[in-house]
């Protein structure tokens, strides 16, 4: 078969991930680069080189620490060769498990912990409580709350048949506190963090109280700025399980949001 024909379909890899992979010379045969048009034997060995340029904010004997960008799973999946298991496992060899304290949608960015064996997740599993681990996340929204602080309560559902949430009264609840730190002209900057745990809590929550976030389409928030969910976990609090020892983590906006904001600011130093 054909280099092209195995990654689309043993890899499952669109067009545009290969064409963009083979720019950057990661399709490797027999651990050399090759062509798209070149023909796989038996015996021969295809890898997909993945990224090495993701941010490593902390790493000791258990845990590792990671900038997470947006557009790269958080876990392994089979469908998409870009996502943090691989990344991982291609730094700490493939017989490394990949145990996740928490999760982040793919498009979203930010800090993700990773436990290196399973008595570090264990022992993680039982912090996440607010006053043990703690995560705060920036998020760009549409408009702006009347009240700069305060916590949504509300329950969510999956809708069948769709990939977004509803807010349902059987649901699952959700709690959800939120700080505005600058106000724009048509959206705000909010400091984010929950007390409970669900998927797209942020995302779905923000929506039903009339504030989607920029980009994130499945909840209605515009694309004009953004072509996706802008929210970044920003920083982490947590207690390493072996010692006991405080890591308090932070990680600017990425480039995405922040051009955002800097053409925001420069469009008021204008005026001024």
Excluded: W
Excluded at 39 to 55: F, N, Q, W
Excluded at 176 to 189: N, Q
Aim: include cysteine.
């Amino acid at each position: 078969m054909r280099v092209k024909d195995i990654l689309s379909s043993a890899m499952r890899l669109s067009r545009r991930t290969i064409s963009r992979l083979n720019a950057q010379r990661s399709i490797l045969l027999n651990n050399e680069p090759c062509r798209l048009s070149g023909t796989v034997k038996t015996g021969d060995r295809l890898t997909v080189r993945e990224d090495s340029d993701i941010e490593i904010l902390y790493e000791d004997d258990d845990l590792v620490i990671v900038n997470k960008p947006a557009g790269i799973a958080a876990h392994p999946q089979a469908e998409d060769v870009r996502n943090m298991g691989t990344f991982l496992k291609q730094r700490y060899g493939k017989d490394f498990a990949v145990r996740t304290c928490g999760r982040l949608d793919k498009p979203v960015s930010g800090i993700m912990v990773y436990a290196k064996n399973k008595e570090t997740a264990s022992a993680l599993s039982q912090e996440r409580q607010p006053e043990v681990l703690k995560k705060e996340y920036l998020a760009l929204i549409q408009g702006s709350f009347e009240q700069d602080r305060g916590r949504l309560e509300y329950r969510l559902a999956k809708e069948k048949g769709k990939r977004g949430k509803r807010i349902a009264e059987d649901g699952q609840l959700c709690i959800t506190d939120y700080e505005t730190e600058k106000k724009y002209s048509g959206f705000s900057l909010v400091r984010v963090s929950i007390v409970t745990g669900r998927t797209h809590q942020i995302r779905s929550g923000m929506s039903a109280y009339g504030h989607p976030l920029l980009g994130d389409s499945l909840y209605g928030g515009s694309t004009a700025l953004i072509r996706r969910p802008a929210l970044h976990c920003e920083h982490v609090t947590l207690l390493q399980p072996g010692n006991g020892r405080k890591i308090d983590l932070h990680c600017p906006l990425p480039a995405d949001m922040k051009k955002i904001l800097d053409t925001e600011e420069e469009h008021y130093e204008h005026q001024d």
